[in-house]
Nanobody
């Protein structure tokens, strides 16, 4: 089993920045890729970014160039640095961990971008 706990969400003005963190615990040796998803009010959950164990990253087109995903394997933590935030980035952000058996999800952290 893997447990994921996100933190770092909050309210920020357009153009501002936030850094989300996701701490993994439990069977961390089984984790391969990790990713962030988000779900805006009234919309389906969507992919944001992913990172492999080796550090290869991938981003959705809507956040590429503004968001940076990183990973500290020693600390079992994945981060999402979000710059130049827009109102349309408002959502609950979820961390995921992929193992060979299943995908684990965190409980989410809320980000609100508003003036």
């Amino acid at each position: 089993q893997v447990q994921l706990v996100e933190s770092g969400g909050g309210v920020v003005q357009p153009g501002g920045s936030l850094r989300l963190s996701c701490a993994a615990s439990g069977s961390i040796f089984s984790i391969n890729d990790m990713a962030w998803y988000r779900q805006a009010p009234g919309k389906q959950r969507e992919y944001v970014a992913a990172i492999t164990r080796g550090g290869t990253t991938n981003y959705s087109g809507s956040v590429k160039g503004r968001f940076t995903i990183s990973r500290d394997n020693a600390e079992n933590t994945v981060y999402l640095r979000m710059n130049s935030l827009k109102p349309e980035d408002t959502a609950v952000y979820y961390c995921t961990a992929y193992t060979s058996a299943r995908v684990y999800w965190g409980q989410g952290t809320r980000v609100s971008v508003s003036s």
